[in-house]
């Protein structure tokens, strides 16, 4: 044999040698990563099976806090692989633990992190930045607030509720993007929506007044939230993540609901379109769209409070809505009469008139009030609300008027029967406030002081009783033959009625002196005078 052919035969055995060496150690690699495989599942399995009580937790105090930052600033550093992502991420994990902690480390969690949260709110890798987002939710706890004035701080400082904001602009826009094969991603996105709403909502439980205003002025970030909620089309796309956009935008026009209207007016408009949906439809009892639903309901009737709010209600037809709304079944009718209390509200507003003469036209709220009248006896709040329509009408109802006629008929026909309706729901809580009464009779005084007991008696129905005093007195003074009926009426009591409405004139005199809002302080005044003419004409 050749001295060549003997190299090639040596060549052939070392390339065959190196083959079968690398073969055997990729089985190695494999057969070591099997077995690590199989060790992270018996571990995943035992900490499954394991009880509570047999897996210790690492003490959660600053040493094992200090620790953790040091950790986190070297894997920011080294973050420049797959592997080092995915240490990092659990790192961050980690951070929930705070609130496992026995002593509060929240401002200490910010003192020694302060540069690291800057580098995960810009890293380029979204699943660090969403991993962040959701273990930062789960330090914002308002219950905690007195220990977390330099997490506080740092939210306004270091422009967190702003990245917040932009960051759920940002992701948003992409879900529009996404098709059918991408449904983890979308589910991956939604849950971020959800959490970044969570903590908005939560932050407006704090009491920090820089933080509301901080909140107030995000003028672009609501009208986003709000353009969301315009973009629903049908009650099936009224999500979970929209019910949250409506529970924090009810905090932020409940703040202050003139600055509210001022720069996001047009809320109403889109709110009155969802409230369409649900004309011959009912919201299901407990559902994310019942929830949605009445949050708007509760958003509208705080905006509609103020004139502008009002106007803009009245303009965009909400009436007309209220007024195919209130058919809708027992939802449709407390809707109607939830929204009309606020949209009636002022004394003295130019649009209460026509208002209540429309609400006397549209036939079905003088057919039906009585009925529902008696058929929620036992639901204080649906009755106290229905009173307090009747009482507006019977104040804003012209004399004479068709309307008033109306509304007078329905009362004394087939000999009061609609009138002895609200005598009926009188007596029983009259007697329930009267219990108090004797209840306080037999308490020492500095047990019991008048102001609890006067809450009490408004918790009971005293505010009920209020509502029908001040109806039953505007009919004594519509005629004659009306007020000699009803003056004769079994458990007619005229000095009860007289001590109702001082009681009543007291309250709106304390509510004058205690209110710094100029518009309140007029309604009680207008309310007052006018209760001052009902006793002086029950003295004649």
């Not at 991408?182 to 407006?204: A, H, M």
Request: proline share 1%.
């Amino acid at each position: 044999m050749s001295d060549v052919s003997r190299l090639d035969g040596l060549e052939q055995v070392r390339s065959i040698n190196m083959l079968t060496s690398t073969q055997y150690k990729r089985r190695k690699v494999d057969e070591q990563n099997i077995h690590e495989q199989q060790q992270d599942e018996k571990i995943l399995e035992y900490i499954k099976n394991a009880q509570v009580e047999d897996l210790k937790p690492e003490q959660y105090d600053l040493e094992w806090l200090e620790n953790l930052s040091k950790q986190l600033k070297l894997a920011i550093k080294e973050n420049s692989s797959v592997h080092s992502e995915v240490h990092l991420n659990e790192l961050i994990k980690q951070i929930s633990n705070i609130t496992l902690a026995e002593l509060p480390l929240y401002n200490d969690f910010i003192r020694l992190n302060q540069d690291s949260f800057q580098e995960l709110i810009s890293h380029p890798n979204h699943d660090i930045i969403n991993q962040f987002i959701k273990v930062f939710n789960d330090l914002i706890d308002s219950e905690y607030e007195d220990d977390q004035s330099e997490l506080l701080k740092y939210l306004s400082q270091h422009q967190i509720i702003n990245f917040l904001s932009n960051y759920l602009s940002e992701i948003s826009s992409t879900v529009t993007t996404l098709d059918q094969q991408q449904q983890q991603q979308l589910q991956d996105i939604q849950d971020v929506q959800i959490t970044i709403l969570t903590i908005f909502n939560e932050l407006t439980n704090y009491e920090d007044t820089n933080l509301k205003n901080d909140l107030i002025k995000q003028d672009d970030f609501i009208q986003f939230l709000i353009n969301t909620i315009r973009q629903v089309r049908k009650i099936d796309e009224i999500t979970y993540y929209r019910e949250l956009i409506n529970d924090y935008l009810y905090k932020l026009s409940s703040w202050d609901p003139i600055r509210f209207i001022s720069k996001h007016g047009f809320y109403i408009e889109v709110m009155l379109i969802q409230l369409s949906f649900f004309t011959n439809q009912e919201p299901e009892d407990g559902s994310t769209q019942e929830n949605f639903i009445e949050t708007g309901i509760q958003i509208l009737s705080n905006l509609v409070s103020n004139k502008s709010g009002r106007e803009l209600f009245l303009t965009n037809e909400g009436f007309e809505l209220l007024l195919i709304l209130i058919k809708n079944g027992d939802w449709g009718f407390k809707t109607f009469i939830k929204i009309s209390n606020y949209l009636i509200e002022s004394i003295n507003d130019s649009n209460n008139v026509d208002l209540s003469s429309l609400i006397i036209d549209s036939n079905y709220f003088l057919n039906h009030v009585f009925k529902n009248l008696n058929k929620f006896k036992n639901d204080r709040d649906v009755i106290y609300q229905i009173l307090k329509i009747l009482v507006k009408l019977i104040i804003f109802l012209p004399f004479n008027s068709d309307q008033r006629i109306r509304l007078i008929n329905k009362l004394i026909n087939k000999n009061y029967k609609s009138l002895n309706v609200i005598l009926k729901i009188e007596t029983k809580y009259d007697q329930n406030v009267s219990k108090l009464d004797i209840k306080a009779s037999e308490s020492n005084d500095t047990v019991y002081s008048f102001d609890e007991l006067y809450i009490d008696k408004i918790e009971n129905g005293l505010d009920i009783l209020q509502q029908i005093s001040i109806f039953k007195s505007w009919l004594l003074i519509e005629d004659d033959k009306l007020k000699n009926d009803m003056i004769h009426m079994k458990y007619f009591n005229l000095d009860k009625l007289r001590n109702i409405l001082t009681g009543y004139k007291d309250e709106l005199k304390f509510n004058i002196e205690n209110t710094t809002n100029q518009d309140l302080k007029n309604e009680f005044f207008e309310y007052t005078t006018m209760i001052n003419e009902l006793l002086a004409n029950l003295y004649t």
